[in-house]
């Protein structure tokens, strides 16, 4: 079925593209709860992620549930990645600093880092934490301070937050009010949008 091509729904996917930040991105490590994946991608459509990173490799990228105009997963662009070196070098190349979650005592809190600049923030396995050759090659670790009985977040809650912190970083810079993608780009993503 061809989609609807009215001037309002044009000026709603401009406007969304307009605020995506092309460098701002989260790399999903075996997630493997599609709830919790699902939570992760609204997320993402929320505060303005154009694409994420999914390396999957002890957990089955999981199945989500159809489509819909309120799912991130069609908003959200996901590249699928096995090799964990060519993944973070892949991003380092491009000037990111990766960062990636966890609780050991060089960990830093996540008010130390500076998400305005290109970053990428590995969340990782509800169970079994990162992979232990990611955390090999990301030495930089950040947590969310927590005050409680309970050790942990949900993973979905986590990269909520984490993202939230990025977002404020970069509202207060005003990046989310010039587009980070140039013109051309942005007309080849309008015409994508559109089709879906
Ligand atoms: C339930 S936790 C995993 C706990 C796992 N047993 C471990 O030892 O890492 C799932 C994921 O949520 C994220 N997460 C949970 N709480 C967090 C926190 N306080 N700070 C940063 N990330 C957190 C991390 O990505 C973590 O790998």
Redesign the pocket.
């Given at each position: 079925m061809e989609k609807q091509r009215t001037p309002q729904r044009e000026a709603r996917v401009r406007e969304v593209l307009a605020k995506r930040q092309k460098d701002f991105t989260l790399i999903i490590?075996n997630?493997w709860d599609p709830h919790n994946v699902s939570a992760i991608l609204r997320s993402c459509d929320a505060f303005g992620v154009y694409g994420i990173h999914l390396y999957y490799t002890v957990s089955q990228w999981p199945e989500l549930a159809k489509k819909s105009s309120a799912s991130g997963k069609k908003w959200v662009e996901r590249t699928k990645h096995s090799d964990p070196v060519k993944m973070i070098s892949g991003l380092r190349d491009q000037g990111y600093q990766v960062l990636r979650?966890?609780?050991s005592e060089t960990a830093r809190p996540?008010m130390d880092f500076d998400l305005s600049t290109p970053s990428a923030v590995?969340?990782?396995?509800?169970?079994?934490?990162?992979a232990p050759e990611l955390a090999e090659l990301v030495p930089d670790e950040?947590?969310?301070?927590?005050q409680g009985m309970i050790?942990?977040?949900?993973?979905s809650?986590?990269?909520a937050l984490?993202l939230y912190h990025g977002f404020s970083q970069r509202y207060a810079k005003g990046m989310y009010n010039d587009p980070s993608f140039t013109p051309e780009e942005l007309e080849k993503l309008t015409a994508e949008w559109l089709a879906r």
């Amino acid at each position: 079925m061809e989609k609807q091509r009215t001037p309002q729904r044009e000026a709603r996917v401009r406007e969304v593209l307009a605020k995506r930040q092309k460098d701002f991105t989260l790399i999903i490590d075996n997630v493997w709860d599609p709830h919790n994946v699902s939570a992760i991608l609204r997320s993402c459509d929320a505060f303005g992620v154009y694409g994420i990173h999914l390396y999957y490799t002890v957990s089955q990228w999981p199945e989500l549930a159809k489509k819909s105009s309120a799912s991130g997963k069609k908003w959200v662009e996901r590249t699928k990645h096995s090799d964990p070196v060519k993944m973070i070098s892949g991003l380092r190349d491009q000037g990111y600093q990766v960062l990636r979650t966890g609780f050991s005592e060089t960990a830093r809190p996540l008010m130390d880092f500076d998400l305005s600049t290109p970053s990428a923030v590995i969340l990782s396995n509800e169970h079994s934490g990162t992979a232990p050759e990611l955390a090999e090659l990301v030495p930089d670790e950040v947590y969310i301070p927590m005050q409680g009985m309970i050790q942990s977040f949900n993973v979905s809650v986590a990269a909520a937050l984490i993202l939230y912190h990025g977002f404020s970083q970069r509202y207060a810079k005003g990046m989310y009010n010039d587009p980070s993608f140039t013109p051309e780009e942005l007309e080849k993503l309008t015409a994508e949008w559109l089709a879906r």
